[in-house]
């Protein structure tokens, strides 16, 4: 045994190390320019004084816009001609942090962004030294006034700029009210004070709705209807100021992304993509009547003129008269060019693009090539005709021709298309040195997998020809979007082959089990439809989730419990006297119903009225955060008991370990999971305990047999949970259960746990296998040896082997169109998969179940 | 066929029905040893024999089609939607896979099992049916690619891999057994 765990302890920190040397080149940071946009001395008149600048995390267009909007206000000044609305095109990834960068720099946001949104303790995203709209109103000869309330990811990009601020932790979400009254007690008194210049606001109620309960919670018109009031307020302040003092102000609502059908965001689909965007002012209503509102609700969430989201920032500068800032790739709004005359609008673009083309030259050498024909170049490519635009705008009558504004947008509209396609350059020698290091320790793994484990030429073929089929599929674009069907179809294969092999040893039994387990595994597979192509189809969560199933999911939820509840009593309690077991198995269960009927009730979701009545009413954050802490504790308890009465036993008894610390875990599992997906753990219980059977008496089963269907297993579990490879999926509705405030790593561990419940449950259940298949095959090897010869080998070996496809395909299809949407993400899922569920659970947690029981 | 599968399978049903007939009408008593060696006072009785089989052959895998249908949805087809569509694919495979082995292998026990085990003889009814089962499955790998055309919807795809399988299947069943 210890050989075989010294040698993952060699490959595993070398295969980290080389992926290591893969990431930082690939995520490189980007080139940016530091420093500040030059002051223009001949900028036109500024039109406002004073910016609002509203941002309502995932709002998205259809929240304001569609006639199934709330937001009558804010319809209401689009209809009169005081607001101009847009649907705002975010850039994936459609997380936080990245988009709050491109709509204060203008610039295209880097994939690396999105990793340290959520590892968000990370001060390398700070902006300090990088030109934003925020940044140059600090520049003014006279410095402005800036002030902030909401989300506190503004904090961290903009250390010491604002004047006054409160910030808002953004990742508890299961809190909806309290965030968003943290920003609008302080209206009261700033739009009294109103001595500042910029007051940026940023609401998070919706976005946590919406992980919640998704776009259509009952929740979201309400919160609609507050957020319509605050721009209502605003408004008025707005008017109210123009009347008195004579200052504009400038009012701009927006989302920062969107959302999906679910209610998750991070990826590209067209709900994610699309944010809401209003720009209103007093000033507005003389520029002409106004756009219908609301509009009939659309698919594809495009309502009125759609624009890219960096445009707000040049609009933004230019309205208020400052310097675009250096980064920017925006262009400005053309609607609001009607504020200025027909000179100065041309002024205004040509400090866009003279801005824009700063950027270009440093980022295409062959832009400072001397143009000597114009037209020719206008028919080339898009570099050449953005050289020729460019040699035309240049030209000294240029404002006398035709239309010079439609040459700008021409123009602008052409390098900002150009310039996010380039906003980022890979460090391929690191690529490749990773590649290298993590091909070579892959292979290593493999063969070692193949010829140093034990025998079954059968299970051992499978193994190979899935994995080779995996890899493979892991470089079509749509096979890792889809990536849950390979492994239905796999597993529905394996579970076959075995099927044909109970039928050459006659064993009738072993074919029952096995056709129930495809059974099962149907089942599954209509759980959650993931993915891209079929994502939010009806499936069975959207089922147990709807009004009329709420008494089902209940009952499945409490015949979890129960048997949980069983399984402690039977298994981990078994030798104390029945009164003490039934409290003790009894307590740990209850605690964890009321917490998971709390959370339920908590988040707006349908309980039936006869179990809403036993459980406590008293909710709200605090009660849930304590009864949170009653199920982790009483967990804690349930394994301390279970250690001691272990060591106290006369009988030793390894077996009895694992088994009991099995069941405990689930307990903990479920603790992590969503009471929607807390029914799946019943289908994960049927597969065990079939699975249990064959292990004990099924004489064609190998350790190698049980270790490929717990590699299989864990796999379905993940993507039958409604996990896919897509960014949007991670779920983090229970990364703060028992946390009061953010703390990367508690925090990290209950979102892991929770978005890999699955795999972790079969983990331990491929071990408790494992133990029972020594005891009934009365094999002369430990479950040490079984564990860390044919386990960790094989387990690793796979994870190994995908770990090297995917920097693979991200190598070879590094210039594909969806490198960032597609399989940047699922390079991270890989990490997650490699690091946490390989080299932390089944590794490391796995050594330590397997040796402590071994001690005991 | 991918603009309504439901129609074309169900037209074209009864013909491979009957060409499927027809095909084992004249492959069994080649394939049976026993035919050939009965003399020419049997033949006659033989052949009555055979027409029987097959008849009764046809009735059992339309019989056993529900449970064909049964295994597409434990392999992943769609439970409440496409129903007719399913139930069509499934009658077209028993009309590949199962009717020819229900004609030429007897019905008993131990050797279902061993058609189930790999372990029966060769036969090309034999391989044609494991062509026929092994097309179907793999038919079903395009179906989630994203290139957006026609014929990826359920269950085209699969009747597809169905029927090459079934070829190519009854094709090495011809070869090998024609060396022995």
Request: glycine fraction near 6%; include cysteine.
């Amino acid at each position: 045994m210890i050989p075989h765990a010294l040698i993952i302890a060699f490959l595993l920190p070398l295969e980290s190390l080389g992926l290591l040397f893969f990431a930082r080149g690939f995520f490189p940071y980007k080139p940016v320019f530091h420093g500040y946009a030059p002051i223009e001395s001949d900028a036109p008149p500024a039109v406002s004084d004073k910016v609002i600048f509203m941002v309502v995390d995932a709002l998205r267009s259809d929240f304001v816009f569609s006639n199934e909007s709330a937001m009558s206000f804010t319809q209401s000044l689009i209809s009169s001609g005081k607001a101009l609305p847009f649907t705002a095109r975010a850039a994936p990834p459609t997380v936080t942090l990245p988009r709050i960068k491109g709509v204060t720099t203008g610039s295209v946001s880097n994939f690396l962004d999105a990793v340290l949104n959520i590892a968000e303790s990370d001060s390398s995203s700070s902006l300090v030294g990088q030109d934003s709209w925020l940044i140059e109103f600090k520049r003014r000869p006279v410095p402005g006034k800036l002030v902030m309330f909401g989300d506190d990811t503004w904090l961290k990009l903009f250390p010491g700029i604002f004047d006054r601020y409160d910030g808002t932790s953004s990742f508890f979400v299961s809190d909806f009210t309290e965030v968003d009254n943290n920003v609008t007690r302080h209206l009261d008194t700033e739009l009294k004070t109103s001595d500042w210049d910029v007051m940026i606001l940023h609401y998070l109620g919706v976005d946590h709705i919406g992980h919640k309960g998704g776009p259509y919670s009952p929740f979201m018109p309400d919160k609609q209807k507050e957020m319509d009031q605050i721009v209502e307020m605003l408004y008025e302040y707005a008017e109210k100021v123009q009347e008195s003092v004579g200052k504009s102000t400038l009012l701009v609502l927006c989302g920062d992304h969107g959302m999906n059908e679910i209610g998750n965001h991070g990826g590209s689909s067209a709900g994610e993509t699309a944010a809401a965007l209003l720009f209103a002012s007093p000033l507005f209503s003389k520029l002409g009547s106004g756009l219908r509102a609301p509009l009939n609700a659309t698919d594809n969430y495009e309502y009125y003129i759609v624009i890219e989201q960096v445009d707000i920032v040049p609009s933004i500068s230019g309205l208020v008269g400052n310097p675009f800032p250096m980064n920017n790739i925006g262009v400005f709004v053309p609607e609001l060019l009607r504020f200025w005359s027909r000179s100065d609008q041309i002024k205004l673009l040509r400090q866009n693009a003279g801005q824009m083309y700063r950027i270009l030259k440093e980022a295409f050498s062959s832009m400072d090539i001397p143009v000597t024909d114009a037209q020719a170049l206008l028919a080339g490519n898009d570099i050449d005709k953005i050289r020729g635009l460019w040699d035309q705008i240049g030209q000294p009558y240029f404002d006398e021709t035709d239309d010079p504004v439609e040459t700008l947008y021409a123009f602008l509209r052409l390098s900002q298309k150009v310039l996010s396609r380039t906003s980022s350059n890979y460090d391929i020698p690191s690529m490749v040195i990773g590649l290298c290091l993590v091909s070579w320790l892959s292979s290593l793994a493999f063969r070692r997998a193949l010829f140093s484990t034990s025998a079954d030429f059968v299970a051992k073929a499978v193994f190979v020809v899935g994995t080779t089929i995996y890899a493979i599929s892991i470089f079509g674009s749509s096979l890792v979007e889809e990536e849950h069907y390979f492994w239905y179809w796999f597993a529905s294969a394996w579970l076959m082959a075995q099927f044909i092999l109970s039928a050459r040893v006659k064993s009738t039994t072993a074919g029952l089990i096995l056709i129930s387990l495809l059974g099962v595994l149907s089942i599954l597979r209509h759980y959650h439809h993931t993915g891209q192509k079929y994502a939010g189809s009806y499936d069975i969560a959207q089922f147990l989730s709807s009004d009329v199933a709420a008494g089902l999911l209940w009952v499945l939820i409490l015949l979890e419990h129960l048997l949980i509840f069983k399984n402690l009593h039977y298994y981990v309690f078994a030798d104390v006297s029945p009164l003490i077991a039934f409290v003790c198995s009894f307590t740990p269960v209850i605690s964890l119903f009321s917490f998971k009927m709390s959370m339920a009730l908590e988040a707006g979701e349908k309980v039936p009225p006869l179990l809403a009545a036993i459980t406590p009413t008293s909710t709200g954050a605090d009660q849930l955060l304590n009864r949170a802490k009653t199920s982790f504790l009483s967990i804690v308890i349930c394994m301390v008991f279970h250690i001691l009465s272990t060591v106290w036993s006369t009988k030793r008894d390894q077996f009895k370990f694992i088994r009991g610390t099995f069941h405990i875990a689930v307990l903990l599992l479920v603790v992590q999971t969503s009471s929607v997906n807390i029914p799946i753990f019943l289908l994960y219980e049927a597969i065990h305990s079939l699975s249990r059977i064959l292990a004990a008496q099924y004489r064609a089963t190998t350790p190698i047999a049980i270790v490929l269907s717990t590699l299989i297993w864990q796999r379905v579990s993940f993507f039958a949970a409604g996990n896919s490879n897509s960014l949007a999926t991670v779920d983090l509705s229970n990364a703060y259960n028992g946390v009061a405030g953010y703390s990367p790593i508690p925090v990290g561990i209950l979102a892991f746990v929770s978005n890999f419940a699955g795999p972790i449950f079969f983990t331990l259940s491929g071990i408790l296998q494992l133990s029972i298949w020594k005891n009934s095959s009365k094999s002369t090897r430990s479950v040490e040896d079984i564990f860390a010869v044919d386990f960790l080998s094989l387990i690793h070996a796979f994870h190994a082997v995908s770990l090297l496809a995917v920097m693979g395909a991200c190598m070879v299809l590094r210039s594909h169109l969806f490198i960032w949407t597609v399989f940047s993400p699922k390079l991270l899922y890989t990490v997650g998969w490699f690091l946490l569920q390989q080299g932390a659970v089944d590794t490391i947690l796995g050594l330590c179940i397997v040796v402590v029981s071994d001690l005991l | 066929l991918p603009s309504d599968p439901v129609k074309t399978l169900g037209y074209s049903l009864p013909a491979v029905a009957l060409i499927q007939a027809v095909n084992i009408l004249f492959t069994i008593p080649k394939s049976e040893p026993v035919a050939k060696s009965s003399g020419n006072k049997k033949k006659k009785q033989a052949k009555s024999r055979v027409s029987q089989t097959t008849i009764l052959g046809l009735v059992l895998s339309m019989l056993l089609t529900p449970f064909i249908h049964l295994i597409y949805v434990l392999f992943g087809a769609p439970v409440t939607v496409s129903i007719p569509a399913t139930f069509l694919l499934s009658a077209h495979t028993a009309l590949l896979a199962l009717f020819p082995l229900l004609c030429t292998f007897p019905l008993d026990g131990v050797t279902w099992t061993n058609i189930v085990a790999l372990k029966a003889p060769v036969t090309p009814a034999y391989t044609a049916a494991l062509g026929t089962i092994a097309g179907a499955w793999l038919g079903a790998v395009p179906i989630p690619l994203d290139w957006d055309r026609e014929w990826q919807t359920w269950p085209v795809t699969v009747v597809f891999g169905a029927y090459v399988g079934n070829a190519v299947g009854r094709l090495v069943g011809v070869v090998i057994s024609g060396k022995k």
